[in-house]
């Protein structure tokens, strides 16, 4: 199978905090992969190592076989889409404004085009049809969707999430997460750091548990979620019984 990203030795701290710890992790092409853990164990340092918002201290990051430490970085940050808790939209924009902007800026795409794939891409989110709307008026499960817009039009080839539901009223949980499993469904390559455990169980292809800067285990989600084996993941996993 293909590699998407292939994560070799990674390190990183912050000051003396060793926050990742020798990171070993592949994704291949359709993967679609959990990264679970208690808070503070490094799954967004992780993420954002990845995307470049943080610069690793040692080891290397291969997106498409391309090591990203050598490659040009605004390529690199269109390939690999990130979703954030907070959503991270430009408030001062419309909708559309918002999935506009990185193509013709970043990606040099003639406004007419990016507005086309805008569209096509607010359409597969179920919010075209605010597209002329401030992003401000959204609700969260809203703006999130529209923060999954925004990435996928800049053809991104992963896209990370990092705990894009966690910031949501209850309600509009939901409608994110139907969106990603769409998503999943329809072959995109996708890591998502998560404490839905539903979807992680249900949706992802792997499962990668990580504590204190380690990955401890990982596996498919039956094996996961059925028979963890080690005492830091079923001590995890209790909290979620
Ligand atoms: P998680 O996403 O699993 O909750 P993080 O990757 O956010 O974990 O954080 C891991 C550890 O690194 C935490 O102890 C956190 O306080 C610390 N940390 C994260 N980012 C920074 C930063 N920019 N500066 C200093 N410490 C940080
Ligand atoms: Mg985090």
């Known amino acids: 199978m293909e590699n998407i990203i292939e994560v070799n030795h990674l390190r990183k ?14 994704v291949e092409k359709g993967e679609v992969v959990t990264v679970i853990g208690s808070s503070g164990s490094g799954k967004s340092t992780m993420l ?14 291969l997106v498409n076989g391309v090591n990203v430490m050598e490659g040009d970085i605004n390529k690199h940050r269109s390939e690999v889409g990130m979703v954030f808790q907070s959503f991270n939209l430009f408030n001062n924009y419309t909708v559309l404004d918002n999935c506009v902007l ?11 085009e990016a507005v086309d794939k805008a569209h096509q891409y607010l359409k597969k989110v179920g919010m075209d ?10 609700s969260g499960g809203q703006k999130q969707r529209v923060a999954i817009a925004r990435a996928l039009c800049m053809d991104c080839v992963v896209l990370l999430f990092d705990e894009p539901t966690s910031a949501l009223d209850p309600v509009t949980v939901g409608e994110v997460l139907d969106v990603m499993k769409q998503l999943a ?41 059925t028979a963890p084996k080690s005492e830091s993941l079923q001590r995890f996993l209790g909290r979620f019984i």
């Open 129 to 138: 049809e605010f597209a002329d709307k401030p992003s401000t008026l959204l």
């Open 102 to 112: 990185g193509q013709t800026k970043v990606l040099k795409r003639s406004h007419k």
């Open 185 to 225: 469904d329809e072959g995109l390559t996708m890591v998502v750091v998560t404490h839905e455990m539903g979807f992680a169980r249900d949706v992802s292809d792997r499962v990668v548990f990580m504590e204190n800067g380690v990955i401890v285990e990982e596996g498919k989600p039956e094996d996961i979620f």
């Open 48 to 61: 954002r190592c990845i995307n470049l918002l943080e610069t690793p201290d040692s080891g290397e990051i």
């Open 13 to 26: 701290s912050f000051g003396s905090l060793e926050v990742l710890k020798d990171i070993n992790f592949n």
